[in-house]
């Protein structure tokens, strides 16, 4: 019987695939991106030693982003949000994950305001 395969399956084979590649370590480690419909998620992670150096989201409670978390302006304020946090945990250089999704709109938007705002991808 054959089904349909859906949007995030391929997504998320897409995902597994550069995954295989792409490993963050101490120095480097990996910035992470999940979106949803209404949110943006950034984690900033260290892959050998299975921590999450910083996190941002527009989910945050108290955060400016909450209301406008599903656009481009919610999407640069997490990424200027994530650069900060990473910064403070010492690190200056990561390896971008954009999690399956196209390098466009959102996912572009936060990649472009953690560079403006210090990161090095």
């Given at each position: 019987m054959i089904h349909a395969i859906s949007r995030n399956d391929l997504?998320?084979?897409?995902?597994?695939?550069?995954?295989?590649?792409?490993?963050?370590?101490?120095?480097?480690?990996?910035?992470?991106?999940f979106r949803s419909l209404k949110h943006i998620y950034a984690q900033v992670i260290d892959d050998r030693s299975g921590r999450t150096l910083a996190a941002a989201s527009s989910a945050e409670k108290g955060s400016p982003t909450a209301k406008s978390g599903g656009n481009l302006a919610g999407a640069k304020a997490v990424g200027k949000l994530i650069a900060e946090r990473a910064s403070a945990a010492g690190a200056k250089k990561v390896v971008f994950d954009r999690g399956g999704y196209r390098y466009h709109g959102r996912v572009k938007a936060l990649a472009d305001a953690a560079r403006a705002a210090g990161l090095e991808f």
């Open positions: 997504r998320l084979r897409v995902h597994q695939r550069i995954r295989k590649r792409l490993t963050g370590s101490t120095e480097r480690p990996r910035l992470s991106v």
